[in-house]
Structure formats: structure tokens, C-alpha cells
């Protein structure tokens, strides 16, 4: 059973807009996430963080809101560019060793 | 440092050859992870290992699946025999153990693209 769920498995978005990206996760034990961005034939590579004590946390364009009480946490991209384009993955650990990530979301960034 | 490092990249066998995908992890990570992607389940974990112990095996789909960790800089995933369906791009990943309050990603090697026919 999904424990991280992210329920749009792609998104396009004009260059200069923001991408938003979503994921929902089932466990109240979580309390650390993370995001990890995708480019084809290579291995995901880690992104931005955030911790259950926050509810955003901003690094360059890139922010990431957390809502615990919706278990919801979503990746702000702005503004978007075309080397943004990647498949993001969001992952959750409840202080174990273990990160449950989701199916993925495709971001199309259209020039 | 070379960061996560697997092989083969690519993989094609025939149904019921044993396989046998390699992952040397980053020196000085004590945590190693494989993960199975796929469409329908994502980034799948199949096992991990702390300090070369396996901890977590449930996510290994069937008793065809095995993996081994030697020692720190080394670890094998084996199918055998291998079917269609294993076809997927599996990955090893590695961090440090979390503790005193830290919190530490992964970093993923590059993959393994499998194709079974």
C-alpha cells in the first residue's frame, strides 16, 4: 500500500510560470521529507528538505510547504525553466532508516 | 568521490539466466538501499542494509530475489532465474545512519536498466 502518494503523474508548464507539485502521504509518523528530481538514465538526485518542526522551506526557486494536518507537502518551482524538465519524486521517513517515495510526477517545462 | 557506483548500466538476458547487478556505495556510508522502479509503484525498496546487515528484506518480491553485502564497499543483488517481469531499472542508493538528530538523504547510483526476454 502507497504510504507517499503523488496523484499527477505529469505536469506541464509554460517557462517563467510556476510549477507547482503535490504529494500526500498516510503516515503520521513521518516527519522528514524530502525531494528528489529525475533526469532520464541517471539516478535521482536529492533536491530540498523539510523537516516536520517546519511548514516551508526555500532554497533558490525552489520552496517546499509542508501541512501536517493534511499530510500534504507540495514543490514550489518559480520560475520555471526548460532545464527544470525531470520526473520529482517526494519521499517521507518516520525517523527509521526508510524513505517511502512516490510514484513520481514528469514536469514538462515548455519554452 | 565517484558517488554511487552500479553495474551493469544496462542488462539483457534471457528468461531463467541469473542475474547479478553490482552497487559500490560511497565510502564512508554505513546505509545501503535497493529500489526497484517501477510505473505502477515508483521507487519500490526491495532491501536495506546497515553496516552491512541486512535490516529489511520484505520489499524482495520473491525468494528468486537475493542480496548480499560483503563487506562496506559492496553489494550484490542476484535474480535468479530471472523473469519478464523483473524487467525494471533498479537502483542502489547510500547514506549515513541518521542520528544525533540528523537527518541524512540518499544519494542514488545511476541504475541498472534489467530486460528480461
Known amino acids: 500500500d502507497q504510504q507517499v502518494k503523488q496523484n499527477s503523474p505529469s505536469l506541464s508548464v509554460q517557462e517563467g510560470r510556476i510549477s507547482i507539485l503535490n504529494c500526500d502521504y498516510t503516515?503520521?509518523?513521518?516527519?522528514?521529507f524530502l525531494w528528489y528530481k529525475k533526469y532520464p538514465a541517471e539516478g535521482p538526485t536529492f533536491l530540498i528538505s523539510?523537516?516536520?518542526?517546519?511548514d516551508k522551506n526555500e532554497d533558490g526557486r525552489f520552496t517546499v510547504f509542508l501541512n501536517k494536518s493534511a499530510k500534504h507537502l507540495s514543490l514550489h518551482i518559480v520560475p520555471s525553466q526548460p532545464g527544470d524538465s525531470a520526473v520529482y519524486f517526494c519521499?517521507?521517513?518516520?525517523?527509521?532508516?526508510?524513505?517511502?517515495f512516490g510514484t513520481g510526477t514528469s514536469l514538462t517545462v515548455i519554452p | 568521490d565517484a558517488g554511487v557506483i552500479q553495474s551493469p548500466r544496462h542488462e539483457v538476458t534471457e528468461m531463467g539466466q541469473e542475474v547479478t547487478l553490482r552497487c559500490k556505495p560511497i565510502s564512508g556510508h554505513n546505509s545501503l538501499f535497493w529500489y526497484r522502479q517501477t510505473m505502477m509503484r515508483g521507487l519500490e525498496l526491495l532491501i536495506y542494509f546497515n553496516n552491512n546487515v541486512p535490516i529489511d528484506d520484505s520489499g524482495m518480491p520473491e525468494d528468486r530475489f537475493s542480496a548480499k553485502m560483503p563487506n562496506a564497499s559492496f553489494s550484490t543483488l542476484k535474480i535468479q532465474p530471472s523473469e519478464p517481469r523483473d524487467s525494471a531499472v533498479y537502483f542502489c542508493?547510500?547514506?549515513?545512519?541518521?542520528?544525533?538528530?540528523?537527518?541524512?538523504?540518499?544519494?542514488f547510483g545511476s541504475g541498472t536498466r534489467l530486460t528480461v526476454v
Open positions: 523539510i523537516s516536520s518542526i517546519k
Open positions: 503516515n503520521s509518523m513521518f516527519d522528514y
Open positions: 519521499a517521507a521517513s518516520g525517523g527509521g532508516n526508510q524513505f517511502y
Open positions: 542508493a547510500s547514506r549515513r545512519l541518521s542520528g544525533q538528530g540528523r537527518v541524512y538523504g540518499y544519494t
